[in-house]
């Protein structure tokens, strides 16, 4: 029987459909099924406003009172994708991966790394009781003796890029890549941020309320064997 020879164009669409079949909606547009909220807050008072709600078909984190929306299954291997803009004033924002115990820190902050949405800053690694290493790390982080996960200890490792982020209004486009123990983020297209020797190669994801209203759509998963070059 002769053998066939896809032209290579070709190979890869069939490859990209097929990794495209595997991608799977983390929301909806309706209602927040297959996530849970985590607000120390509503402990307390049990009327004070939920700030995780679905309007217009997207997802709202409304920035106040502070928490988490924390997916309810664990993932590893993943590409994690999303479209983010502040609704209002620019401010803060973060999206959690490789979570865990939840308020481990400061009795809010779940166990994870974060990658920061904050306005100027999208990119950036904050270390949550988890760590991760990155080239220069020293010249990016600071002293190693001040390296750490908690409390006044350098968590927070700036991003590689400048001006990357959108106008205010405009929606930013995210890709966070997780294999093993490494993790790769692009805004808008342009590498921002690459760590290895991660303490955590697996978790739930979160999207953080962390004082400024933001608003989430076409939140996917599309699980992977390698990181992206």
């Given at each position: 029987?002769?053998?066939?020879?896809?032209?290579?164009?070709?190979?890869?669409?069939?490859?990209?459909?097929?990794?495209?079949?595997?991608?799977?909606?983390?929301?909806?547009?309706?209602?927040?099924?297959?996530?849970?909220?985590?607000?120390p807050?509503?402990?307390?008072?049990?009327?004070?406003?939920?700030?995780f709600?679905?309007?217009?078909?997207l997802?709202?984190?409304?920035?106040?009172?502070?928490?988490h929306?924390?997916?309810?299954?664990?993932?590893?291997?993943?590409?994690f994708?999303?479209?983010?803009?502040?609704?209002?004033?620019?401010?803060n924002?973060g999206?959690?991966?490789?979570?865990?115990?939840?308020?481990?820190?400061?009795?809010?902050?779940?166990?994870?790394?974060?990658?920061?949405?904050?306005?100027?800053?999208?990119?950036?690694?904050?270390c949550i009781?988890?760590?991760?290493?990155?080239?220069?790390?020293?010249?990016?982080?600071?002293?190693?003796?001040?390296?750490?996960?908690?409390?006044?200890?350098?968590r927070?490792?700036p991003?590689?890029?400048?001006?990357t982020?959108?106008?205010?209004?405009?929606?930013?486009s995210?890709?966070?890549?997780c294999?093993?123990?490494s993790?790769?983020?692009?805004?808008?297209?342009v590498?921002?941020?690459?760590g290895?020797?991660?303490?955590?190669?697996?978790?739930?994801?979160?999207?953080?309320?962390?004082?400024?209203e933001?608003?989430?759509?076409?939140?996917?998963?599309?699980?992977?064997?390698?990181?992206s070059?």
């Open positions: 029987m002769k053998k066939l020879f896809l032209p290579l164009a070709l190979t890869l669409a069939i490859t990209s459909q097929h990794a495209f079949s595997q991608t799977k909606a983390l929301f909806n547009g309706k209602d927040l099924k297959g996530w849970h909220i985590d607000v807050e509503m402990d307390k008072n049990p009327n004070v406003i939920n700030p709600l679905v309007r217009n078909g997802l709202v984190s409304l920035g106040t009172p502070g928490g929306l924390i997916t309810d299954a664990q993932h590893e291997n993943f590409r994708t999303f479209q983010y803009r502040f609704a209002g004033k620019p401010g924002c999206a959690l991966v490789f979570v865990s115990k939840p308020r481990d820190l400061y009795e809010m902050f779940p166990k994870s790394i974060e990658i920061q949405l904050m306005n100027q800053n999208a990119g950036d690694f904050w009781q988890e760590d991760i290493t990155v080239p220069d790390m020293e010249k990016r982080r600071g002293p190693k003796e001040k390296w750490g996960v908690n409390g006044d200890k350098l927070r490792i991003n590689l890029t400048d001006g982020e959108k106008p205010l209004g405009e929606w930013n995210m890709v966070i890549e294999v093993k123990n993790i790769k983020v692009w805004l808008n297209g590498l921002v941020n690459y290895y020797d991660a303490t955590a190669s697996k978790g739930q994801i979160a999207l953080q309320s962390e004082g400024s933001v608003e989430f759509k076409d939140v996917k998963l599309t699980p992977i064997k390698a990181l070059k």
